[in-house]
């Protein structure tokens, strides 16, 4: 089977304002390294991909979850060759996330759960370049963002336009960006503009990044700076469902085709064109210590899966769980029959 590949972005939240005093690093995001004063909290990050191999171009609309009162915060996304970027849908993942809701199934029970609760359960399954420079290769305002597209070919280098231009990089940053120099990959760097007022908190715009790739590679190196467990979400649509190759293996949520039908969004259906394959892929707790490379995925057979949810519902008669009418009724039935017993010993003796 083809191999069905491309690489995703990568981003980095670094803090911005080139006059405030040095912050020290505290957190990262699933996608890539942030780089963020301790105020600064990265709850949830969740990526679309849309893959298509014969043109060998790959889209992916992020959306990155914050907590934080800042408002001069920034992201660098990493990507195999100049990115192309835009605004985001932000209805898409609710769209997406309501087609892979599990499947309920409900079991009918006569006694409640004394545990703690009738719960519920899941059928889941488990060395740079010579030369030093830095192109910017184009920069544009969009929405709340100042997007710069960035060409390096010395980490060095990249590391220091950063810096000149308001970045608040931390020292290992330099060399774990060493590997994506060497690579040839380039930049998109994406600040909030301070004339937009909007803080780094709740659900940020979604950012629309195209490019072109020959694998699909999620890139996971960064996030081995992270001093906290990391979560990543992801909706990979292509021809065919998809595996991952290498790194921790995330736990698949979600496997079957979607069709425009399926959708209300009419960018959303224009982005599914006759409709696409979808694999959805959740990992709460990736442990940074164990990322030493980056997240790459590989076609695999199209079989269908959906997260299945078991809920016990306790079958009451006038309010009372049925099963306790019937044990107090048997009881009762007991006791009856034990005096009826009783009565009839002394009557015998009598």
């Not at 390294?33 to 991909?49: F, G, L, P, Q, Y």
């Not at 990155?64 to 100049?82: C, I, M, R, V």
């Not at 079958?315 to 019937?326: D, H, S, T």
Request: proline share 5%; glycine share 10%.
């Amino acid at each position: 089977m083809r191999i069905f590949t491309r690489a995703v972005t990568v981003l980095g939240l670094l803090l911005a304002s080139s006059t405030a005093a040095v912050a020290q690093p505290a957190w990262a995001c699933g996608c890539g390294a942030m780089i963020a004063d301790s105020s600064v909290r990265v709850s949830d990050e969740t990526s679309i991909v849309r893959y298509d191999a014969a043109a060998r171009t790959e889209e992916i609309v992020m959306r990155l979850s914050a907590e934080s009162s800042a408002k001069d915060a920034a992201w660098l996304f990493p990507t195999p060759s100049e990115a192309e970027v835009r605004l985001g849908e932000r209805g898409w993942f609710e769209e997406l996330d309501e087609l892979t809701e599990p499947r309920v199934v409900t079991r009918r029970i006569w006694f409640p759960d004394l545990g703690g609760g009738f719960g519920a359960g899941d059928g889941a399954a488990p060395a740079a370049g010579a030369g030093g420079g830095v192109e910017v290769l184009g920069e544009r305002d969009l929405g709340p963002f100042r997007v710069a597209t960035l060409d390096a070919d010395d980490p060095d280098a990249l590391a220091g336009w950063l810096s000149r231009n308001g970045y608040r990089l931390r020292p290992d940053l330099e060399k774990a960006l060493g590997p994506y120099v060497e690579q040839g990959w380039k930049y998109v760097a994406v600040k909030l503009r301070p004339s937009s007022g909007a803080p780094l908190t709740g659900a940020l715009d979604p950012l629309h990044v195209s490019f072109a790739s020959d694998e699909l590679v999620y890139p996971m190196r960064l996030s081995g700076l992270a001093e906290n467990t990391q979560r990543l979400h992801l909706y990979v649509l292509g021809e065919h469902r998809v595996e991952q190759t290498t790194g921790e293996r995330m736990r698949l949520t979600f496997a079957g085709r979607v069709t425009p039908e399926q959708v209300g969004s009419a960018k959303l259906r224009e982005f599914l064109g006759d409709g696409l394959f979808m694999t959805e892929l959740l990992d709460g707790r990736i442990d940074p210590e164990e990322i030493d490379d980056d997240y790459r995925f590989t076609a695999t057979d199209d079989e269908p899966y959906r997260q299945v949810v078991y809920r016990r519902e306790v079958v009451r008669f006038l309010g009372v769980p049925a099963g306790w009418l019937l044990v107090l009724a048997a009881g009762g039935l007991v006791v009856a029959v034990g005096a009826g017993l009783l009565v009839h010993r002394r009557s015998r003796r009598t």
